[in-house]
């Protein structure tokens, strides 16, 4: 008897050992809500920022990013278009970069982020999730930068943000690596060429003026979009749409 009752008694010291560490054990989700809790909301950054992560749980880069508006170029706006603004984790601004969402542009979807809007990264280069609570999108970044212009073989380049169908997980169009471009108009034809490789457009029928700035590069349509939402460039030669498409290997 005496040694049943030892037995049960180092049997409940361990459970209940068990148990209070098991207690005392945070999953990763709440570690990861513990950092951010010790990340005050700086001064200069609204009420309506979310702060997320754009590095690795391991080794994480905080930065706040809220909404900032449509898309305005010489007094005109582009609502199809949508900023965002970066602040570092110290609220320190570093940048406003602009998204697009496809369904946006082709008029076949409307999101409202002047309400209150959690944004988070997505797996790729570039794109973000968004949500309102109605709804939620993917937006990939866009607008050509000549931040790392470059001359090759007597040809200046810029960057233009790509995208392409993320087919594995059917989540729609993200951001792939920008690639470089020159884009020379010819007339009625428009010669692109990416890093040597040349390839002839025309504008599509549905543009009625001028396209001014170019906004991304479709790899799976081999079209161009400017920023202009009826405006973009297709190819002359279907054929062509492999060379597009090489672009990413």
């Not at 590095?55 to 994480?60: A, E, K, L, N, T």
């Not at 909404?67 to 965002?84: C, Q, R, V």
């Not at 470059?150 to 233009?160: A, F, K, L, N």
């Not at 790899?219 to 297709?234: H, T």
Request: with cysteine.
């Amino acid at each position: 008897m005496k040694n049943k009752i030892i037995i049960s008694s180092l049997l409940l010291s361990l459970s209940c050992t068990v148990f209070f560490c098991n207690s005392s054990v945070k999953s990763s989700d709440e570690v990861e809500a513990t950092k951010q809790d010790t990340l005050k909301r700086p001064a200069t950054v609204s009420k309506h920022a979310t702060l997320i992560n754009l590095g690795f749980d391991d080794s994480p880069v905080y930065q706040w990013v809220e909404y900032a508006g449509k898309l305005k170029m010489e007094d005109k706006s582009y609502t199809h278009i949508y900023g965002f603004k970066y602040f570092d984790a110290q609220g320190k601004f570093l940048h406003t970069r602009y998204y697009e969402n496809m369904e946006i542009r082709n008029g076949t979807k409307e999101f409202d982020a002047t309400t209150q809007v959690e944004i988070s990264p997505f797996p790729g280069d570039a794109t973000i999730h968004v949500s309102n609570g109605a709804d939620s999108l993917l937006f990939f970044h866009v607008l050509e930068s000549d931040e790392f212009k470059r001359t090759y073989e007597g040809i200046e380049y810029v960057r233009m943000p790509a995208i392409y169908y993320e087919t594995n997980y059917n989540t729609g169009f993200t951001s792939g690596e920008d690639v470089e471009f020159n884009i020379k108009r010819e007339k009625d034809f428009y010669t692109v060429t990416f890093t040597g490789t040349a390839i002839l457009f025309k504008l599509c029928s549905a543009c009625k003026t001028e396209p001014t700035q170019v906004s991304f590069l479709n790899e799976q349509e081999g079209r161009i979009y400017f920023v202009e939402r009826e405006c973009y460039l297709e190819l002359i030669n279907n054929e062509d749409i492999g060379k597009i498409q090489a672009l990413r290997r």
